[in-house]
């Protein structure tokens, strides 16, 4: 008995390994589209944090200033970090209407392009007192 089960030749025919294969490849495959959706998430995700720290710079130092003149204020730097452009606003009820007395509204607006060539912009808005 232990000399017939020795002398049968089991295992795996060439065919089997090659379906094997293939359905590996497929579930592989599937794969790749999912990896470059996650490429472009980080890479947006890490545009969005370099923004919103040019934005929160921003405010904070207009927070941090006595008065703010002249209003309505408006400034615009180009080029920050090699694709970021920084639009920055202030106004007061004198300039806006919708604005309560006694407080500055501030606007920091971040705009960039992406490495797909597609134009994002980000707006931030805060309130100092005067």
Same mark, same amino acid.
């Given at each position: !008995? ?5 002398? *049968?030749?089991? +295992? &795996?025919? =060439?065919? #089997?390994? !090659?379906?094997? @294969?293939?359905? &590996?490849?497929? +579930?592989? &495959? ?8 996650? !490429? $472009? ?6 545009? &969005? ?7 929160? *710079? #921003?405010? #904070?130092?207009?927070?941090? %200033?006595?008065?703010?003149?002249? =209003?309505p204020f408006h400034t615009t730097i180009s080029n920050m970090y090699g694709k $970021?452009?920084?639009? /920055? ?8 209407? /919708?604005?309560?007395?006694?407080? $500055? ?12 060539? %597609? ?9 100092? @007192?005067?």
């Amino acid at each position: !008995m232990i000399r017939k089960i020795m002398n *049968e030749k089991g +295992g &795996l025919s =060439l065919l #089997e390994v !090659m379906v094997a @294969m293939v359905i &590996l490849a497929f +579930g592989i &495959l599937s794969l790749a589209p999912l990896i470059v959706v996650s !490429m $472009y998430g980080n890479s947006y995700s890490n545009d &969005l944090t370099v923004a919103n720290a040019i934005a929160q *710079e #921003e405010i #904070e130092q207009l927070k941090n %200033l006595d008065a703010i003149n002249p =209003l309505p204020f408006h400034t615009t730097i180009s080029n920050m970090y090699g694709k $970021y452009a920084r639009n /920055t606003w202030v106004n007061d009820v004198a300039s806006d209407s /919708t604005i309560p007395p006694g407080v $500055y509204k501030i606007k920091v607006q971040i705009t960039w392009v992406d490495h797909k060539n %597609l134009s994002r912009q980000v707006d931030y808005y805060s309130y100092k @007192m005067k």
